[in-house]
């Protein structure tokens, strides 16, 4: 259904769930009492479930203070917690949890190359004991080892399933539900704020609507520009050189009546454009698969209003590959949604 398909799409912002990825991260926390942008309870409630793990965390909670003050980035006990920490490269007990790979493959020896599943919740857990490197998965298809000789053994055991190896770097890759020698890469590129992930500029069309998706790809900018620090180009459908398709992600704003571009890729893009929907929607440049386009679309003046009506910029947007919806999400957000979810990529 839309839901789970938008509960998977939230899965890499419920950040809480991953926190036992620091087993061997200390962890300091301040926060302000009367913090008004990020209330205590985020902080204690971190502190509270990284205390029930048995991880070392700190917690201090200033007194009459808001979300920042004078001091509080140079706190002297702060400075020491710094100077004092130390990293291990190579810990003999390494916790890996995720849901979307692309925002992380890695953690310390450890590389995962391919979900089963992509956005559902995945895990890796690998132990070095005295005969063997013993590990266990949730959810993964392919990752790979990579062992320092203070951790390497001459045995893995995954799920059950042993190998015998002589490699310092070795990699594993799920065939049904066994386990061999072997790599799979990751063909998967969403979701949709994954465009705004590398450089992107932002093209609104000059067709009907021209003027909305002017007015829609200026807004974006202003909020990039408010809510990343950052600075991007706007620029009409007219001026889109084949060095910009090599270089960028495209935000496209308009269907293909109204951005050139849009009408330009139409027959290789995964959607069929009605006049009584509006889209939202990632997939890779036509002309440049190693890009990403990301099409605000919609088949009416009004629904074209509407076509920005979800984008992620925003913690906890939860947008997957596609979004495909009407004016009832006027009244209804998420609920009015007609259809949503990942493409095969």
């Not at 971190?46 to 793990?53: G, M």
């Not at 200033?62 to 990293?87: I, M, S, T, Y």
């Not at 450890?110 to 005295?130: G, M, N, T």
């Not at 027959?267 to 990632?282: I, S, T």
Request: glycine share 6%.
């Amino acid at each position: 259904s839309i839901h789970v398909i938008r509960r998977r799409a939230l899965y890499p912002d419920n950040t809480i769930s991953y926190i036992d990825n620091l087993l061997h991260v200390p962890v300091y926390i301040i926060h302000g009492e009367m913090d008004d942008n990020v209330p205590p309870y985020h902080g204690r409630t971190f502190y509270r479930e990284l205390s029930r793990l048995g991880y070392k965390v700190i917690y201090h909670e200033f007194p009459g203070k808001k979300h920042w003050w004078k001091g509080c980035v140079d706190f002297p006990e702060v400075l020491d917690f710094f100077k004092n920490a130390r990293r291990n490269p190579y810990p003999e007990h390494v916790i890996f949890h995720f849901s979307d790979l692309q925002n992380n493959s890695r953690a310390y020896w450890i590389r995962v190359h391919a979900q089963e599943v992509p956005f559902e919740d995945s895990r890796i857990e690998a132990e070095v004991l005295k005969d063997r490197i013993e590990v266990k998965t949730k959810n993964i298809k392919s990752f790979s080892l990579k062992l320092h000789e203070s951790i390497w053994r001459n045995k893995v055991v995954v799920d059950g399933k042993e190998f015998k190896i002589k490699e310092r770097e070795i990699s594993f890759v799920k065939k049904g539900r066994k386990w061999r020698k072997g790599k799979e890469e990751d063909r998967y590129r969403g979701p949709i704020k994954r465009a705004y992930y590398s450089p992107f500029i932002l093209v609104y069309g000059t067709g009907k609507y021209g003027e909305i998706t002017r007015e829609q790809a200026m807004l974006q900018s202003f909020v990039w520009y408010r809510r990343a620090n950052g600075y991007t180009r706007v620029l009409p459908d007219t001026l889109v050189t084949k060095d910009m398709l090599k270089k960028y992600n495209l935000i496209l704003f308009g269907g293909p009546g109204t951005n050139k571009i849009v009408k330009r890729f139409e027959k290789k893009l995964p959607v069929r454009f009605r006049k009584d929907e509006a889209y939202v929607f990632v997939w890779k440049n036509p002309e440049n698969p190693e890009k990403l386009v990301l099409v605000y679309a919609g088949g009416t003046e009004e629904l074209q209003r509407l076509a920005t009506f979800f984008h992620p910029l925003y913690s906890g947007s939860g947008l997957p590959d596609y979004v495909i919806f009407d004016e009832r999400v006027k009244l209804y957000g998420f609920g009015g949604v007609k259809e949503a979810g990942f493409f095969e990529w």
